[in-house]
């Protein structure tokens, strides 16, 4: 067994613990599961130490990686958990975990908060639904929820953005401009991750 090999399983497990917290998703049978998984991965003579590399998992092949975008974007308003997303792909949730985020740079629940985000702030600035309805419909639990993410990722309150973002695009609209330079750098640069990932489709 390979330090590699032990670092690997580590931080894979590390990042699905992340996931479940984040979206309270955790219960018996899931413990036993990552047990299970973790054992299999750490079971002494299941490959043998060699002078070889360890070879790990090559990124998504291109269709899988946007079939999983395309399902995300599609299902923001639900839950959106790594077995779900892995599931309508047709993969192991460990392994599709390592793989997306090899492909996209970022986690598969990294990639959904920043879609949602990024849908909230679309909303904000472009309709009328209350801060509650536009939780709603990007997969928050409730309102203080998006709050939430958006202290944690734009560094304000949604409340703020929609005032910020109305009167930028009042402004720039009256001078010619655009109103994306407006946006949080964190936020903005989500457009940017979003079209290299889907360059290189």
Known sequence: MTIVRIEHALSMLRMDLVQRFAHDDWNDAQVEQVARTLVACLRPGRDAVSDQPEVLDPKL??????????????????????????AAVG???????????????????????RCRVRRAMKL??????????????????????????????AGTTP????TATRQTRRDTTAIGG????????????????????????
Not at 65 to 84: A, H, I, M, P, Q
Not at 96 to 108: H, I
Not at 183 to 188: C, F, S
């Open 91 to 113: 993969m192991n949730t460990f392994s599709f975990g390592r793989r997306f985020k090899l492909s996209a740079g970022m986690t598969p629940h990294q990639y959904v908060v």
């Open 159 to 162: 409340s703020a953005c929609r």
């Open 178 to 201: 655009s109103p994306l330079g407006a946006l949080p750098k964190e936020i903005a640069g989500t457009s940017a991750t979003a079209a290299r990932i889907r360059g290189s489709l």
């Open 61 to 86: 092949p291109r269709d899988v990686l946007r079939r999983s975008l395309r399902y995300v974007n599609d299902n923001l308003d639900s839950k959106l958990t790594w077995n779900e997303i892995a």
């Open 124 to 153: 904000l600035a472009d309709t009328k639904l209350s801060i509650a309805e536009i939780a709603l419909e990007v997969g928050c639990s409730c309102q203080s929820h998006l709050t939430n993410l958006f202290r944690k990722y």
